[in-house]
Structure formats: structure tokens, C-alpha cells
């Protein structure tokens, strides 16, 4: 006959025991609360308390230091359609993201590729990679120089040509926006290079060598192995640079500071505008959740799409 | 339990000790840093005369220093003394509580005759004074004199034909008519606003009250004449940052400006009334009354430090004596209209005699006219007319500064 440990223990044993187990766990959790406390109190004052107050000061009257005590409904969010600027921010955002999602992961890819079996390979990766260590207002600052009216890039074609060249890269609504793109792809496209070749460099090589034998040519190799297996590496750069283009703030500050329409070059420096120089608080938090949404949703698509595409290869 | 209570005391004290250090840093806050000088001066002789130690900080360009205070008041952090804007942006602030009402340093000022009710009047908000007077500027065209001589143009315009045929003469002989910058974040309404006044100088004040629309007739007006005077080559770069500099190197040989600039064309090399000297601008309209618009800039004086620091009144009256207003004068070349004061040079004494001469409609300069709330987004609009002066830019303007005017006013 065989009996079990339990049965053949008392119920006043039993019950000690649990009790017992009861207060390890609750000792467990009390410690592992105090480890997660500062982060908690951490996230929760500086993240989460700001996003809150922002939400609640959006439904506001708040404007020039009056009405804040006054609730407001909708009227600043109906407001964002009632006011050109918005929607001029909100479309050079739209260019933004898809500039800063496309261009970076175009030529980081190509140059990972290019240079993944490529003798000298640290060497250009530390000079493409240069660029990312330079802080954004400092990387504004040269690249103002390189687009002022008589700067680098005007007296370069000037020299090339032998023609007066004179384009106002930064002062035109036409321009100033793919300047400023260019300028983040050239910060950026090292990061992504070096994510997308330690991506690259986790493909195993059994498959690429045994599509090599049965006379794959390069592209379908890369079609159909290499890309699905980096896709999650570049999905994760992906959702890097789409949140980077939703809130670029510091290169339009600097690069653009002089264009009097540089108040519409983003959804992030319209907020900046609208709250802190013309004093509407409430309004400017109402843009800021709009942005945050749009932040909180494209980045969450591209997580669920990220999951997926693992999923699958698992 | 004790290094809990020890923390705490640490964090108490050293919140203490920080408080304290903030509370004795008194500070003048200005964006006008081409004053450096004389504001400088006004500081060491408001902090000489309160035995308090007053220090200047600067911050430009003027859209920061505007987003800079309105973070300031809003976080309950004046500082003691700032320079402000008088009209709608005065009674901002006045609004907020915390600017110090100057009512018994203005009675003395007057009593002692060192300034006039009319004066307090300038930087007064229902009736009380919230400001000290740091400059009272005439708007005027200053005039590049070897240009003139160049383009042979014997004396100034006295009327708007007149003043575009000299603009022709002076582009003929080898000068840009006009310098228009767009710098600062303020400057691209200066060309707007006068041209608006130049022909109706009553909707241009309706401009500033709601009552006008920025695309109706007047404005539609000014945009025309403004493009055509584009199209004519009559305006310098509009991307130059130096808003002096096409002046002051002879590129350009006219400048619509306030006349405290007469002292930076003066630290630049140029002789006041000599190398340069102005005249009023005429009316486009002839049948229109001549306007000259005045501009006056406070410092207004935080009332929580007056209170809290009673010795600061003493910095107040000196600011408003005659020995700061020669400071500003000798240092900076500005005149804040003390009557006791000198006039820092010729242009500004020959100005008040054109304006006395001429008697013209005094006007508030556009940009202390309209609500802050919406001045940066319409210069915005201007600004983009100036650096693509075609129709279509000129209707996307007005479009965009109508809707916001319009928005503004339907929710205030």
C-alpha cells in the first residue's frame, strides 16, 4: 500500500506548514518590493505622473497662467482641426517618420551587407558608426554651417558648377525638412548598420550554404533567407527610428531655429511652441497626447508585427 | 531608523540652504542683449542704490526669453526684475498677480519731474503702473547719408512717392532700398504693420483687437504692395541674422526700425548724424494722416521679491532717476524718456523734434498690440511671405493668420 507524505501528516502539521511557506513568500515579496521601489517610485513620479497631469491638463482651460481650474471638454482637441499649424505639423511629422523609418534601415542595410564580409570591417564600421556618439545639437550645429546660404554644401556645388549657387536649404518649407532628415540619416545609419550586422551575424550559415548548392542565386538567398531572418532585428530598428522621427526635437531646434516657419516642423516643436511660447498649456498637452497616442500605437503595431514575425520563425 | 531621520534632516537642510541661495540671487532678466552695456549699468546702480547685489541675465533670441519667463511665472519662479513688453503683453502679466503695482514710484518720478503722467500711461494697465520705463522709441527710417548723396537724393521722403522713387534711384545706383531681416522671431511684422498703417491706420488697430480680419481688404492691400516691392528688389536677404548688418555695411540704404537701434550702428562704426539719419515714415495713402508708431519697454518688478525685500523700492526710484537714464544713454544709446535725462545722441533728439513737428497719430507698435497668445504664429506667416514673396505665398499667409486670429478670439 502505498500512502502520500500529506496523508499521512496531521492537519495542525499541515496547516503549520503552509503557514510557514505563507510567510517566506511574503518575505520573498517584501524583498523583492524593496528592490523595485526606487524603480517604481522612479517611473511612477517622473513617467507616469507627468503623462497623467498632461492627459487631465489636456481636458483644461489652462492658457497664460488662467484656467487652469476650468474644465474644457473636448474644445482643445476640436481645436487641433480648427488651426492650420497643426495639421502642417502634423503632415512634416508624417514625412518624418517615414523618412526616419525608411531611409536609416535603406542604407544601414545596404552598408551592412556591404560590409559584412568586407576586409577593414571595424574600421568602417567605428567611421559610419562616428557620427552617433556626437551629441544631436552639436551634430545641428555643423550641418547648420553646411546649409546656411553661404555655407559648405552652396559653395561646394558653386565650385563644382562654376555657377553662383545659392538654395536656402533651411529657410524654404520646401527643403527644410528633407535637410534635416538627411541629417538625422547620416547620425543615424551607423547604429543601424551595427544592429543590423550583429543581426546578420546571428543567421546561421547552414541554410545559405546549402541554398548555395542547390544554385540559389544572391538575391533569392537574401529574399528568402537572410531578410525573413533578420526581420526581427530590423523590426526592432524600425520601431527605434519611427519613435526617433515622432519626436525629433533637438536637430530642428538648432538646424532651424532661424526659419520663421519652424514652429510646424514637427508635431514635438509645435507642442514646444504653443506651450511654452504662446502660453497655451492646456492646448500644447492636448497635441502631446495626440503625439504620445500616435507614438503608443505605431511602435505597438510594430511590436505585435515584431512578435508575429518571431513566432514564425520559431 | 536613525539614518532615516539623518537623511531626512540632510534633505531638509540642504532644500533649506538651496531655497536660501535662490531666494538672494536677484537678477534683472532681459533679451535685449545689445544693450549689454547700459544694462549692466542699470544694475549695478539699482544694486548700489538698494545695498542688495542685482545681477543681469540675459537670454535671446526673444522667443526663447518669452518661452523662458512664461515658464518662470508659471512655476511660481520670478525673478525680481525682467523687461517685458507694455500693451496686451503687459496686462499678461499684470493678470497673473505677479507684477508689483509702481504707483508711489511713479508719483515721485512725476513730482520730481523726471517723468510725465502721459509716460506712465505707457506702461500702465487700468490705470496703475506696472513697469519702469526702459526705453520710449520713435519708429522711423534711418537713412545711409553717403547712399543718399550716391543716388543723388538731396532730402529725405516726405511722401510715399517721393519714397519710392528714391528706392529706385538708390537700386539704380547699386543699394538695396530697404534692410528686412526676419531675425529675432519678431521683425517680419515690422514691414506688415507699417504697410497696414500706412494706408488704414485704423484697421491696423482693429489688427490688434479682433475687430479686423487678417485677410480682409487692408491687409490683402499691404500684401500687394509688399510682394511688388519685392518683385522690384527692394528688400536684402531675409535670411541674414545680423539685423544690422546690410545696414551697417552699406549694402542696404534704409532701415524701418525703432530708434534705440541708432546705438547699435553706433557700436558698429556708424556716426549718428553723420553716417546715418532718419526721417518718418510717409503715409502710402496720401490722403491718409501721417502715424508714427511708439514703442515702450518696461522692466517690471516682481511683486513677491518687493514685498519679501522691501530695500529693492530704493532700486525701483533709481531706476527711474535721471543718472540710469544717461547710464542707458552713454552705454547703450537708448532713451527711456526721462526728462531730466539727455538724449543719448542726435538721431533720438532729432526724432522727438520730427515727432513734435509733425504731430502725427501715435500708435502702439504692433507687437505689444496683439494677444501674446497668437503673435509668434502670425509673424510665423509674415515670416514665410518675406522668404517667398509670390501671391500664393501672400494668400496662404493671410489664410493662416486669419484662421488663428479667428480661432483666438471665437475661444477667448
Known amino acids: ?314 | 531608523m536613525s539614518y532615516l531621520k539623518t537623511i531626512a534632516a540632510l534633505g531638509l537642510l540642504t532644500t533649506v540652504s538651496v531655497g536660501s541661495a535662490f531666494a538672494q540671487d536677484l537678477s534683472i532678466y532681459s533679451d535685449k542683449t545689445p544693450w549689454n552695456a547700459g544694462m549692466t549699468g542699470v544694475a549695478a546702480d539699482a544694486s548700489t542704490a538698494s545695498g542688495q547685489t542685482i545681477k543681469l541675465q540675459e537670454i535671446t533670441p526673444t522667443d526663447k526669453y518669452q518661452a523662458f519667463m512664461q515658464t518662470s511665472i508659471a512655476g511660481n519662479n520670478v525673478p525680481a526684475f525682467f523687461t517685458w513688453w507694455n500693451g496686451q503683453q503687459l496686462s499678461d502679466v499684470v493678470a497673473t498677480g505677479i507684477a508689483a503695482d509702481l504707483t508711489p514710484y511713479w508719483d515721485k518720478a512725476i513730482a520730481d519731474g523726471d517723468f510725465t503722467a502721459a509716460q506712465r500711461d505707457l506702461v500702465s494697465v487700468d490705470g496703475k503702473p506696472y513697469g519702469v520705463l526702459l526705453n520710449v522709441a520713435n519708429w522711423v527710417v534711418f537713412y545711409n547719408t553717403a547712399a543718399f548723396e550716391k543716388a543723388g537724393i538731396a532730402a529725405p521722403p516726405t511722401t510715399w512717392a517721393e519714397l519710392m522713387a528714391d528706392a529706385d534711384k538708390l537700386k539704380a545706383a547699386g543699394y538695396t532700398p530697404f534692410n528686412a531681416p526676419t531675425s529675432g522671431g519678431w521683425m517680419p511684422f515690422i514691414w506688415f504693420s507699417q504697410l497696414v498703417l500706412g494706408n488704414d491706420p485704423d484697421a491696423f488697430v482693429g489688427l490688434t483687437d479682433g475687430s479686423v480680419p487678417y485677410d480682409g481688404p487692408a491687409v490683402k492691400k499691404a500684401f500687394e504692395i509688399w510682394g511688388d516691392m519685392y518683385s522690384k528688389g527692394y528688400f536684402t536677404d531675409p535670411r541674414e541674422q545680423d539685423d544690422s548688418k546690410f545696414f551697417a555695411n552699406g549694402t542696404a540704404a534704409m532701415f524701418l526700425i525703432g530708434d534705440w537701434h541708432s546705438g547699435q550702428f553706433a557700436d558698429l562704426g556708424m556716426k549718428p548724424g553723420v553716417d546715418f539719419k532718419t526721417f518718418l515714415m510717409p503715409s502710402v495713402d496720401p490722403a491718409v494722416p501721417q502715424s508714427v508708431i511708439v514703442e515702450a519697454s518696461p522692466i517690471v518688478v516682481s511683486k513677491a521679491a518687493l514685498d519679501a525685500n522691501p530695500d529693492l523700492g530704493k532700486a525701483v526710484q533709481a531706476m527711474m532717476g535721471a543718472d540710469v537714464s544717461n547710464i542707458l544713454g552713454s552705454q547703450s544709446q537708448v532713451y527711456n524718456g526721462n526728462l531730466k535725462g539727455t538724449p543719448p545722441n542726435d538721431i533720438i533728439k532729432a526724432d522727438n523734434d520730427l515727432v513734435a513737428a509733425a504731430k502725427p497719430r501715435a500708435l502702439v507698435r504692433w507687437w505689444e498690440a496683439v494677444p501674446s497668445q497668437i503673435q509668434g504664429d502670425l509673424v510665423a506667416a509674415m515670416g514665410a511671405f518675406m522668404l517667398d514673396p509670390t501671391p500664393e505665398t501672400a494668400a496662404k499667409s493671410m489664410s493662416t493668420m486669419q484662421a488663428i486670429n479667428a480661432d483666438y478670439w471665437a475661444n477667448k
Open chain 1, 1 to 314: 500500500m502505498i500512502t502520500t507524505a500529506s496523508a499521512s501528516l496531521s492537519p495542525e502539521v499541515l496547516k503549520d506548514a503552509r503557514r510557514r511557506e505563507r510567510r517566506v513568500a511574503w518575505r520573498q515579496t517584501r524583498v523583492a518590493w524593496l528592490f523595485i521601489a526606487p524603480a517604481v517610485f522612479m517611473v511612477s513620479a517622473f513617467l507616469l505622473m507627468p503623462v497623467v497631469f498632461n492627459i487631465i491638463l489636456s481636458f483644461t482651460k489652462w492658457q497664460k497662467f488662467t484656467g487652469l481650474d476650468k474644465f474644457a471638454g473636448f474644445a482643445n482637441y476640436a481645436r487641433l482641426f480648427n488651426v492650420p499649424y497643426f495639421s502642417e505639423a502634423l503632415s512634416n511629422t508624417a514625412i518624418w517618420v517615414v523618412g526616419a523609418m525608411v531611409l536609416p534601415l535603406a542604407f544601414g542595410l545596404g552598408l551592412a551587407l556591404l560590409l559584412r564580409n568586407m576586409p577593414l570591417q571595424e574600421t568602417f564600421k567605428s567611421l559610419f558608426f562616428l557620427p552617433k556618439v556626437l551629441a544631436p545639437t552639436a551634430v545641428g550645429a555643423i550641418w547648420y554651417y553646411v546649409y546656411a546660404p553661404h555655407g559648405v554644401l552652396n559653395s561646394a556645388v558653386a565650385g563644382l558648377t562654376g555657377q553662383p549657387f545659392d538654395v536656402g536649404w533651411l529657410y524654404s518649407a520646401q527643403t527644410v525638412t528633407p535637410s534635416v532628415i538627411f541629417t538625422f540619416v547620416w547620425q543615424t545609419v551607423g547604429i543601424t548598420m551595427v544592429l543590423l550586422l550583429l543581426g546578420l551575424a546571428a543567421i546561421p550559415r547552414d541554410p545559405i550554404e546549402a541554398a548555395r548548392v542547390d544554385g540559389a542565386s544572391g538575391w533569392q538567398i537574401f529574399r528568402h533567407i537572410i531578410w525573413p531572418l533578420l526581420l526581427p532585428t530590423v523590426l526592432v530598428v524600425t520601431i527605434l527610428n519611427v519613435a526617433a522621427g515622432f519626436t525629433t526635437f533637438d536637430l530642428l531646434w538648432v538646424m532651424a531655429g532661424d526659419y520663421p516657419g519652424k514652429r510646424t516642423l514637427s508635431l514635438a516643436v509645435y507642442m514646444y511652441y504653443e506651450s511654452f511660447s504662446n502660453g497655451a498649456w492646456a492646448y500644447g498637452s492636448a497635441v502631446a497626447v495626440v503625439l504620445g497616442a500616435m507614438v503608443i500605437a505605431v511602435t505597438a503595431a510594430l511590436a505585435v508585427l515584431q512578435s508575429r514575425v518571431e513566432k514564425n520563425i520559431r
